[in-house]
Structures are given as structure tokens and as C-alpha cells.
């Protein structure tokens, strides 16, 4: 007796996006491209697999993402370590380096696609999610940090969303980090009775991290810590104070958050978050900022570079707040038939209509026009054409507007000469 299959499940936290729910994605990022193309940034494309050295050293050993949250195994062939890609930014400086990209000039780039993280799923957090990635590569000064702040805000501007609100800090250079990890050390020591496990972890590992608590129990201490900020020399100070003269320039409103650190360890001035209150805990929308050292601790020649990214399923979260949800049509025309002679003659039409750029569903198999034109309506098509033995005795199709604006009671159904049917149909549906 053959043993019954039990049935297989999506993994907990890698979501299928249906067709219905697809079509939002597919709008979001034909607006996401226009927009990056305004700005000059070109597309690429890395692999979702890279080595695991390349996070361990890019994104730092004492992160969470590396700690806790990669997805690693063995590849059996070799025996070299493998992850999923927890980020993008890594492997696009990776692939930046491998091909001299900046060998004549600056890049600016950007990349669509899944990440993996392995991390308890909820709202906002899942094992596969989407980023939008944008990188500046080559590029040192603030009017470039200004520019991907400015063109975030665009973003938010092209999608209608309002309650987003940006903050700002400087994490300023390497020699000013350390003085001021003596001291946060120093501060530090002093609470190590209340200081959780990662913490106390933390505290003579990666101690900027311990500020960036979300335990309740630890804000006196985070807000009594020494700040950074106080710690910037003057090139640091002069670049984020040119940074948000820019942005005042461009009416971007800002907050500074001196607590704010980022969760990658390449990050050096200018760091920043775009937050809402409308997606529940999970309050970061997009984030990023300059990583100038990332370059050249990766193998490359020293260069500068800048970017941030943005979580897609959450900016779809939160863009569907403010929008309603789009109707998604499968086609432009469902062509319905009564006989075998029709719908030989529907599928020839079809592909007439299809050079024409109109988009048609010619219904399959044979049913009943009742069943059929079900069918057409479910398809959300704006228009179905219908053809039997009379209309092809006559030479046109029955045309029915379905959903086209100019529909009236005299022209709900028409008789169409098939010889002008592709150009009638096209005139509709443009």
C-alpha cells in the first residue's frame, strides 16, 4: 500500500508573494527603477550565495547578523564555507573590487533581490525578505551622503507616504571611535550588574552595540553613556554639518540620534534611518550611510563609498496604508468562442492582437458562453471579444466592453468587422 505524502509547506518566514499581491510588487518596482534611473544609477546583479569570509570580515564577527543570523553550511564538493546573503552591500563592493569597476571612474549602482536572515519571524522580519539596494561607490563627500538622503525622500514623495521621519548621526573616523570606546568602556563597567548577556557579550567586543539596546531596562544607562558626537574632530564635524546644510537646502527635515549606530560594522560619519510609527516594532524603513573603509579591508584599492537600503516588504506594508489595493487585470482581452472553427480563428486573431501590443487570454477547451464569460470577468480583462458561427459567417467579432471608460449603453456590445478589430481594440485599452 503506498504511503500517503504528507504535504510540503512554504519554510516558516519565506513567504509567497501570489499573483494578486505580485502585481503591487511589480508596481513598486517599476516606480523604484524610474526613480533610481533618474539619478544615474544602473543596475547589477551579485550572487544570492558568496563566501561566509566575505560577511565575517565586511559586516563584522560580533554583529547579530553573523552570530545568530546567517544562513552557513558546508558546500560538499570543496568543503569551503557558504552563506546565503544576509545583506547586499558586501557582495557589491565584492564584485566591484573583482572587476575594477572604479578603475576610471566612480560608480553608482543598485540591486533588487532577497536576503536571508535566520531570525524569529513577526511583522516586518522574515528568513527570505527583499531589499532595495542603492551604493555610490568612489564617492567621498557629503553632497553625495546629501543626495541619497534627498533621493530617499523622493521616494517616499513618488509613493504618497508622509509619516516617515529621518535621523541622522556621525560615527565620524576610526581614531575618534576608539577614544570614544575607552570611554563608553569605561561607562560601561560600571553597570555590568545589570547588563544582559549580549551586553556583557558586547561590552569589550563591540560596546557601541550595547547602546543600541531595546531592552527597557537598559535606556538610563544607553541615554547616560558618553556620545560619540562629543568625541567627532573637526573634518568629521565640518562633513556632517555639510550634510545637513544640504539637506536643509533641499527642505528635508532631520532629527539627530546620537545613539544611533546601524547594525554593520563598516560604517563611519554619516549614518542614517528613514522610521515610522505605522509598521509596529519594526520602525526602520530604510537605512544606511559611508562605509569608506570597506573597500580596501575587502582586498580593493581604498576608495570611498556610501549607500542604504530599504526593506521591500515593508515598504509595501506601509505604501498599502496609503494607497488601496491595485486591480490586477490578467489580460487586456478574453476572447470567448462557440466551435471548433472559432477557436482555431480566436487563437490566429490572438497573436495579431499580441503584435499589436494588446495582451489577450483566449479561453481554453470548450464551455458554455455563460461559463466562459465567468471567466472573463474574473480575469478582470477590460474587454471580451466573442466569436461563434454567425460572426465569422459575417466576417466580424462581437465586441463587450467590459471595464473601458468610454462605455455607454449604445456601445456596451458592438459588431466589429474583423479586418478593424486589432485597431479598434488597441484604440480602447491604450
Known sequence: MTQAFSKVTAIRGMNDALPGASARWEQLEEIVRNWLQAYGYRNMRAPILEHTRLFTRGIGEVTDIVEKEMYTF?????????????????????????????????????????VFRHERPQRGRYRQFHQIDVEALGLAGPDIDAELIVMSARLWKRLGITDVELEINSLGQGDERAAHRAALITHL?????????????????????????????????????????????????????????????????????????????????????????????????????????????????????????????????????????????ECDVYIVHQGDDAQRRAAVLAETMRDAGISVIVHAGAASFKSQFKRADASAAAIAVILAADELADGVASVKLLRVAQQTPDTAQLRIPLDDLVAFLKDKVK
Open 189 to 329: 563597567e560600571q553597570y555590568k550588574d545589570i547588563l544582559d548577556e549580549d551586553g556583557l557579550r558586547r561590552l569589550y567586543t563591540n560596546p557601541l552595540r550595547v547602546l543600541d539596546t531595546k531592552n527597557p531596562a537598559l535606556q538610563a544607562m544607553a541615554d547616560a553613556a558618553p556620545k560619540l558626537f562629543d568625541f567627532l574632530g573637526e573634518a568629521s564635524r565640518t562633513h556632517f554639518d555639510a550634510v545637513c546644510a544640504r539637506l536643509t537646502d533641499a527642505g528635508v527635515s532631520y532629527r539627530l540620534n546620537p545613539r544611533m549606530v546601524r547594525g554593520l560594522d563598516y560604517y563611519n560619519l554619516t549614518v542614517f534611518e528613514w522610521v515610522t510609527h505605522k509598521l509596529g516594532a519594526q520602525a526602520t524603513v530604510c537605512g544606511g550611510g559611508r562605509y569608506d573603509g570597506l573597500i580596501e579591508l575587502l582586498g580593493g584599492k581604498s576608495a570611498p563609498a556610501v549607500g542604504f537600503a530599504i526593506g521591500v516588504e515593508r515598504l509595501l506594508d506601509l505604501w498599502s496604508q496609503y494607497q488601496p489595493e491595485i486591480l490586477s487585470p
Open 74 to 114: 558546508t558546500d560538499s564538493l570543496n568543503g569551503e564555507s557558504l552563506t546565503l546573503r544576509p545583506e547586499f552591500t558586501a557582495g557589491m563592493v565584492r564584485a566591484a573590487i573583482e572587476h575594477n569597476l572604479l578603475y576610471d571612474r566612480p560608480q553608482r549602482v543598485y540591486a533588487l533581490g532577497p
